[in-house]
Antibody
Framework: EVQLVESGGGLVQPGRSLKLSCAAS????????MAWVRQAPKKGLEWVAT????????YYPDSVKGRFTISRDNAKSSLYLQMNSLKSEDTATYYC????????WGQGVMVTVSS | DVVLTQTPSILSATIGQSVSISCRSS???????????LYWFLQRPGQSPQRLIY???NLGSGVPNRFSGSGSGTDFTLKISGVEAEDLGVYYC?????????FGAGTKLELK
């Protein structure tokens, strides 16, 4: 059974950093593109980052480019999102997801950016 | 960036009714590799999104065949042939042809 379990969320002050992790199981992690998608409270879905199978290619929207870094450790079947210079508008539930048009999603982890 | 415009934003339906949701793109979603990376998702209240349709018209694993997707280029449609209670929630289209990938604003399906 495919499982994606996010961790690392919480309350953080504006301007600070936070790193999210996603533990994957039930499939060959290294064979799939992986992504982070977020959803602000009562809002729609926003794509945050995608990483290629080897990690050599990464993609971001302008809203997070230069502040967020997606990475992966294929040996540990783990996906990460390093978030720096956090802003209040980054407050959201962050989902780890498998694939370019994700067919598996984690349960999400909440990140709240507030002083 | 590619803008996906979903209509309607709210859809009221009775059980058994057939409904359609439109997703229009500001650019063609046909990729140079010949694929069209257009997807449909359903997010039920309090749950993570679930993929229904991939590459415009392919039914996801375990997805009931009352769901169907169609379209090409810039115009796409999700159809539900006979709404059931478990279909209630918010539907999103998403494109992954052009970076940055983008989602539509969502269509909320509710009971009439």
């Amino acid at each position: 059974e495919v499982q994606l379990v996010e961790s690392g969320g919480g309350l953080v002050q504006p301007g600070r950093s936070l790193k999210l992790s996603c533990a994957a199981s039930g499939f060959t992690f290294s064979n799939y593109y992986m992504a982070w998608v977020r959803q602000a409270p009562k809002k729609g879905l926003e794509w945050v980052a995608t990483i290629s199978t080897s990690g050599s290619r990464t993609y971001y929207p302008d809203s997070v480019k230069g502040r967020f870094t997606i990475s992966r450790d294929n040996a540990k079947s783990s996906l990460y999102l390093q978030m720096n210079s956090l802003k209040s508008e980054d407050t959201a539930t962050y989902y780890c997801a498998r694939g370019k048009g994700p067919n598996y999603w984690g349960q999400g982890v909440m990140v709240t950016v507030s002083s | 960036d590619v803008v996906l415009t979903q209509t309607p934003s709210i859809l009221s339906a009775t059980i058994g009714q057939s409904v359609s949701i439109s997703c229009r793109s500001s650019q063609s979603l046909l990729d140079s590799d010949g694929n069209t990376y257009l997807y449909w998702f359903l997010q039920r209240p309090g749950q993570s999104p679930q993929r229904l349709i991939y590459l415009v018209s392919n039914l996801g694993s375990g997805v009931p065949n009352r769901f169907s997707g169609s379209g090409s280029g810039t115009d796409f449609t999700l159809k539900i042939s006979g709404v059931e209670a478990e279909d209630l929630g918010v539907y999103y289209c998403m494109q992954a042809t052009h970076a940055p990938y983008t989602f539509g604003a969502g269509t909320k399906l509710e009971l009439k």
